[in-house]
């Protein structure tokens, strides 16, 4: 551990800290939640997939399946359920037809922006009581820690 790494007891609270927040950031009951809050019931699980592509924009079933640390068959579920409510469109590649390109169709993209409306409303809800300054340092530190903590996975593959 370097010297401006903290304390044992200060990385460990981060570490409950960031156990909480993941846990609760993949809570499928708070994605029906925020899903209802905009009028649109869409299963937890498929709330994932649906972020993926609207955070990452169009990429390969390969693609969807590392970034969401799945399985390509349990994509391709998802996928294929996304289509079928018109929330996705999967094209097959012209140069390698094993190859399905998917993106969202724009009732994908405007529901995947209505869900993060609700995700922002949820935090400011969480955070009402937080001095301003302590959001903006907390948006702040949390972006580097994310950034540096995907840098890191990144060095680690």
């Known amino acids: 551990m370097s010297a401006g790494a903290g304390s044992d007891e200060t990385l460990a609270a981060i570490q409950d800290a960031l156990g909480v927040a993941a846990r609760r950031a993949k809570d499928f009951s708070l994605h029906e939640a925020l899903g209802q809050r905009v009028g649109y019931s869409l299963e937890g699980p498929y709330y994932a997939t649906l972020a993926r592509l609207g955070l990452g924009g169009p ?39 094993r190859i ?27 955070l009402t009581d937080w001095p301003s300054s302590d959001v903006e340092d907390l948006a702040r530190l949390f972006s580097r820690f994310a950034n540096d903590l995907e840098s890191f996975a990144e060095r680690q593959r």
Do not use: N, Y
């Not at 995947?112 to 809800?125: P, V």
């Open 59 to 97: 990429c390969t079933v390969s693609q969807l399946a590392d970034g969401l640390g799945l399985e390509l068959s349990t994509i391709s579920r998802r996928v294929k359920a996304l289509e079928e409510r018109g929330l996705v469109t999967r094209t097959i590649d012209t140069g390698d037809r």
């Open 100 to 126: 399905s390109h998917l993106d969202l169709t724009p009732s994908g993209r405007e529901l995947f922006e209505a869900l993060s409306a609700s995700w922002r409303e949820m935090l400011a809800e969480v």
